[in-house]
């Protein structure tokens, strides 16, 4: 349904601007990568349900663990990160100071 609606949008902005058609291939690409995020937060929902129901079988259940290891590696908790950013301060004074005398 959306796409014949943007087919139609298309079709009328071709004749109506010359760039028509970099127009609606800007639009078709939003809504596809709209569509594909949605679905993915879908997925993700819907594992993590059936996770909380013990409905996965053991690969589904090893694929899940796997991927929530790796949402939350990327996450550092905040006080950890203050301690780096303070070592990354010290070092850059001390290269500072180097660099002057």
Do not use: W
Request: glycine share 4%; proline share 3%.
């Amino acid at each position: 349904m959306y796409f014949f609606m943007l087919f139609l949008v298309g079709v009328v902005l071709c004749f109506l601007f010359p760039y028509g058609p970099m127009i609606v291939g800007g639009i078709i690409f939003a809504v596809v990568i709209d569509h594909y995020r949605q679905t993915s937060y879908i997925r993700e929902d819907i594992q993590a349900i059936k996770n909380h129901l013990k409905l996965m079988n053991k690969e589904e259940l090893e694929e899940y663990e796997m991927d929530q290891v790796y949402k939350n590696s990327d996450r550092i908790p905040s006080e950890r990160m203050d301690v780096i950013n303070r070592q990354i301060e010290l070092e850059l004074e001390r290269e500072n100071k180097n660099k002057k005398t």
